[in-house]
Nanobody, 129 residues
Framework: QVQLVESGGGSVQAGGSLRLSCVGS????????MGWFRQAPGKAREGVAT???????TYADSVKGRFTISKGNAKNTLYLQMNSLKPEDTAMYYC???????????????????????WGQGTQVTVSS
């Protein structure tokens, strides 16, 4: 059974930083999309950043230059370094993963919605002005 556990959320002032972590278990995927999504109250869920199995990354325009997604040395570990946080970054942040054939990950991960993937329970990020 796939499990994803996020941590690292919290409350910070605008301009501050947080580092989110996601640890996955119960799966071994050779090729996949993995990423971070967020949902603010009353808003639709949106993709924040994705990374595929070869390390190619994609970012939402709203976070480019401020957020960095990376994979950890430990298996099935994912990070999101968030700098220069803004109040509009306030949301519940979720980690997700979905396997794809290797030849599909390049294109799929750029537009991946995660709807058919496995998800964690989320970690809350609150940024005050």
């Amino acid at each position: 059974q796939v499990q994803l556990v996020e941590s690292g959320g919290g409350s910070v002032q605008a301009g501050g930083s947080l580092r989110l972590s996601c640890v996955g278990s119960g799966y071994t995927y050779g090729s996949y999309c993995m990423g971070w999504f967020r949902q603010a109250p009353g808003k639709a869920r949106e993709g924040v950043a994705t990374i595929n199995s070869d390390g190619t990354t994609t970012y939402a325009d709203s976070v480019k230059g401020r957020f960095t997604i990376s994979k950890g040395n430990a298996k099935n570990t994912l990070y999101l370094q968030m700098n220069s946080l803004k109040p509009e970054d306030t949301a519940m942040y979720y980690c997700a993963v979905e396997p794809f054939p290797l030849w599909e990950t390049g294109g799929r991960c750029r537009t991946w919605s995660g709807v058919n993937g496995d998800w964690g329970q989320g970690t809350q990020v609150t940024v005050s002005s």
